[in-house]
Nanobody
C-alpha cells in the first residue's frame, strides 16, 4: 500500500488549495479514505472522511463549509478541496486508509496559511 499526497504549499488567508492523494497497492474503490492534519505541537486530527463509493462524507466542525472531500475511483485518487483558508489551518496534511488490519499513512504535505 502506498499513499502519496501532493498539492500543499503557501497560501494567503482566504485562499484555496486542492490536495491530492494517489493510492496504490490495494483495491482503492472498496475502501473509505481519510484526511488528517497535524499542526506543530498539536495532536493529529481527523479533517475529512469519504466512503468507498464516495456517497458518504464527513467533515470536521473546524472545516465544515470550507473543505470538501471527494474521490475519483478511476484514478485511485482522493482529494481535499480547501477554501477560505485560515492561519489555523496551517499543518501537515496526511492521507489515511485502513486496509485489512493495518492503518496506512502518506508522507504528508505541508499547508501554510500566512500573509
Amino acid at each position: 500500500v502506498q499513499l502519496v499526497e501532493s498539492g500543499g504549499g503557501l497560501v494567503q488567508p482566504g485562499g484555496s488549495l486542492r490536495l491530492s492523494c494517489a493510492a496504490s497497492g490495494f483495491t482503492f474503490s472498496t475502501y473509505g479514505m481519510n484526511w488528517y492534519r497535524q499542526a506543530p505541537g498539536k495532536e493529529r486530527e481527523l479533517v475529512a472522511s469519504i466512503s468507498a463509493a464516495g456517497g458518504s462524507t464527513g467533515i470536521a466542525d473546524s472545516a465544515k463549509g470550507r473543505f470538501t472531500i471527494s474521490r475519483d475511483n478511476a484514478k485511485n485518487t482522493v482529494y481535499l478541496q480547501m477554501n477560505s483558508l485560515k492561519p489555523e489551518d496551517t499543518a501537515v496534511y496526511y492521507c489515511n486508509a485502513w486496509v485489512g488490519t493495518r492503518d496506512y499513512w502518506g508522507q504528508g504535505t505541508q499547508v501554510t496559511v500566512s500573509s
